[in-house]
């Protein structure tokens, strides 16, 4: 199985900060990569696809990028509404798996 | 609008079956290829089966860790799809979510499955 390891574990920061959380895929994966915000009490939330691209309704804020197999979600100026758990999926084989997430907290 | 919404859920004990469902509407349910995913206490997230259109041969697969016990089917006549969870463990306990297409856009709001004796 393809192992997702996410980094950091939880992370606290400031208003209009830029913050970045990565995911390093164990082999291969191209661009079959995902990144999902989760609300307490709600199901995940797409936000960026194919390792880059946008999904439909998300803030520009939110950016995806790929070096090799080390995948980033950045978020450009962090707003009060992205305090949640963030969450990769690779989508390359099955089993599709998740990293273990980051719990975003504003300082 | 594309709608998920999942039923089924419950307190069950160790050993016992459940059967979830998962009824869609606003997409081409037929052509859809469906999972289900789940999520523990402790909030990890967890693919737990996909099954493909009638053009695939209605192609299952399975996480190792439910494997022969549970089995993922779908009726397009009724836009749904099930999942039957049979031998259920205590570290089955999770909510259960149905999801698609092929980045997982859309999520039903989830049912919890409680295995506890």
């Known amino acids: 199985d393809i192992q997702m390891t996410q980094s950091p574990a939880s992370l606290s920061a400031s208003l209009e900060e830029i913050v970045t959380i990565t995911c390093q895929a164990s082999?291969?994966?191209?661009?079959?990569l995902a990144w999902y915000q989760q609300k307490p009490g709600k199901s995940p939330q797409l936000l960026i696809h194919?390792?880059?691209s946008l999904a439909d309704g998300i803030p520009s804020r939110f950016s995806g990028s790929r070096s090799g197999t080390q995948y980033s979600l950045k978020i450009s100026r962090l707003q009060v509404e992205d305090t949640g758990i963030y969450y990769c999926?690779?989508?390359?084989?099955?089993?599709?798996?998740f990293g273990a997430g980051t719990k975003l907290e504003l300082k | 609008e594309v709608q998920l919404v999942e039923t089924g859920g419950g307190l069950v004990q160790p050993g016992k079956s459940l059967k979830l469902t998962c009824a869609t509407s606003?997409?081409?349910?037929?052509?859809?290829?469906m999972h289900w995913v789940r999520q523990s206490p402790e909030k990890q997230l967890e693919w737990v089966a996909q099954?493909?259109?009638?053009?695939?041969?209605?192609?299952?697969y399975y996480a190792e860790s439910v494997k022969g016990r549970f089995t993922i089917s779908r009726d397009d006549s009724k836009s749904s799809v099930y999942l039957q969870m049979n031998s259920l463990k205590e570290e089955d306990t999770a909510i259960y979510y149905c999801?698609?297409?092929?980045?997982?856009?859309?999520w039903g709001q989830g049912v919890m499955v409680t295995v506890s004796s």
């Open positions: 999801t698609w297409p092929s980045y997982f856009d859309y």
């Open positions: 606003g997409f081409t349910f037929s052509n859809a290829w």
């Open positions: 099954i493909k259109a009638k053009s695939n041969n209605y192609a299952t």
């Open positions: 082999q291969d994966i191209g661009n079959w």
């Open positions: 194919s390792a880059t």
């Open positions: 999926l690779q989508r390359y084989s099955n089993p599709n798996t």
